[in-house]
């Protein structure tokens, strides 16, 4: 399994395991400009690579002991796809709001736009 890193190392702050949906609303715009605010944030990044295997919840578990918590840019399909390899990681979650309907972000209060 590979990786991309897209920050400094690991001693320089978090990383988060960044999985952006492309096929989202605003996913490949939007992945640009999140990428730009965590870097400047000093967050790390590591995003799955492309040619991973299996459902979002099996790239969690697989990235868990290298990252400090997951970011899931998607809509509700996405994040329930997510939602078992967090269960099962404890990893906390970030949500970017980049569905159709994105009835999870909306009922916990989590704005659409993320600009």
Do not use: W
Not at 26 to 41: C, F, I, T
């Amino acid at each position: 399994m590979t990786m991309s890193h897209y920050s400094a190392a690991k001693e320089s702050g978090p990383t988060a395991l960044l999985f952006i949906n492309k096929q989202a609303r605003n996913g490949d715009s939007s992945a640009r400009y999140v990428k730009e605010l965590l870097q400047q944030s000093q967050i790390g990044i590591v995003e799955p690579d492309e040619k991973d295997t299996g459902s979002c919840s099996d790239i969690i578990r697989a990235y868990a002991d290298r990252v400090d918590f997951v970011i899931i840019g998607g809509g509700d399909g996405t994040l329930n796809s997510a939602a078992p390899g967090l269960v099962d990681t404890g990893l906390p979650l970030g949500v970017l709001p980049l569905g159709t309907a994105n009835d999870f972000a909306r009922t916990v209060g989590i704005p659409r736009e993320i600009r």
